[in-house]
Every structure is written in structure tokens, then in C-alpha cells.
């Protein structure tokens, strides 16, 4: 990917266009290939194909694009939901970043262990399979934080509102993810 534009739609900023423009020397995945690794990973794939057996399937959500640094912070919610219930359960969170690709629980056991990554605080991850960041990820561990809390809470609430039957308030709480990111 070497750009990406948006349309702003948060309060007085409503409609004006954003262009991020993207180095050509640098390799920067799409969101298909996010979507690519994720079905190429053999713990998620194994996951994926033993919930999809009889009375459950899996639900993919959407995926959430996130400028950070110099790169994006792809996060993708997995559900699973039985064919008798209505409401599908959050069973794993996917993000990615970079050449990392971080498969966990909840979205905070994700961002935690993100933020220990590219804080350099996670001695063990060549043990769980997972990449190192890229050398050229310039991102503070102050601004990853900050964005921690932010995605943290809204997501919280979200869940809240989403137990509630209150959807449309959900995915406002999930938009605002997105658009204080960009902020």
C-alpha cells in the first residue's frame, strides 16, 4: 500500500478528505493481506476450522485500520456464535502491525502485549511465533499508550452498549476509534 484517503467525520472536520501518503520504498501491507496472513497463520487457521463444525460458525468482524507511526494497526475481532444463540461471543482478537501478528483473548491482553513489543519488553516472543517490529517503526511508547487507553475505552464501552442491544451506539464507539487516530 503507498496511501490511503479518508473522510474525516468527526465534528467541524465533517467531510474534509485526509491523504496519507505512504513511502514507495517502504513495504506496507493492505488489508488484504492482513486478511491473507491471518488465513495463513496455522494457530488461527486450526482455531477457525475447529469452530466452524457443527452448530457454531465463525464470524469475522470488521477490520479496523489505524494510522500509527509510519504504519497502520490492523485489529480484526474473530466471534463465534452457535446456531441457537443470537448474539455471537468475542472468542479472539487479531492485530497486526508491521511483520507482527498478535493473536489473543481480549483486545487488551493485545494492545499490552503490542505495547511491550515495541517497547522492546517482551524478551520471549521469538518462543511464540512472533516477529519481531520492523526497525523502521518509529512509534513512542508515550503515543502508543495514549492510543492503548483510547482504543481500550471505547472498546469497553462498546461491548457495554452491544450487551444492551444498543447497536448503533456500538459502532459509534468503534467509529470513534478510528477517528481519534487520526487526530
Not at 505512504?22 to 493492505?30: D, P
Not at 492485530?95 to 517482551?122: F, P
Not at 459509534?172 to 476509534?177: M, Q, Y
Request: aromatic letters at 4%; proline letters at 3%; one cysteine or more.
Amino acid at each position: 500500500m503507498i496511501g490511503l484517503m479518508v473522510a474525516r467525520c468527526d465534528g467541524e472536520h465533517l467531510g474534509e478528505l485526509v491523504v496519507l501518503q505512504l513511502s514507495k520504498q517502504e513495504l506496507i501491507f493492505g488489508t488484504m493481506q492482513i486478511g491473507a496472513r491471518i488465513n495463513q497463520d496455522q494457530t488461527i487457521s486450526k482455531d477457525l476450522t475447529l469452530w466452524n463444525q457443527q452448530g457454531s460458525q465463525v464470524l469475522r468482524g470488521q477490520t479496523l485500520v489505524l494510522p500509527v507511526g509510519n504504519t497502520f494497526l490492523y485489529v480484526e475481532p474473530l466471534y463465534i456464535q452457535a446456531s441457537e444463540a443470537r448474539m455471537p461471543q468475542l472468542k479472539k482478537v487479531v492485530l497486526a502491525i508491521g511483520n507482527t501478528l498478535i493473536y489473543r483473548d481480549t483486545y487488551e491482553q493485545g494492545l499490552a502485549e503490542l505495547s511491550a513489543l515495541m517497547q522492546g519488553g517482551v524478551a520471549d516472543t521469538a518462543k511464540q511465533g512472533i516477529a519481531p517490529p520492523s526497525l523502521s517503526l518509529a512509534v513512542s511508547g508515550s503515543a502508543l499508550d495514549r492510543l492503548r487507553e483510547l482504543v481500550q475505552n471505547h472498546l469497553h464501552r462498546a461491548r457495554e452498549l452491544a450487551g444492551q442491544g444498543k447497536w448503533a451506539e456500538a459502532g459509534k464507539e468503534l467509529d470513534a476509534i478510528e477517528a481519534g487516530s487520526r487526530k
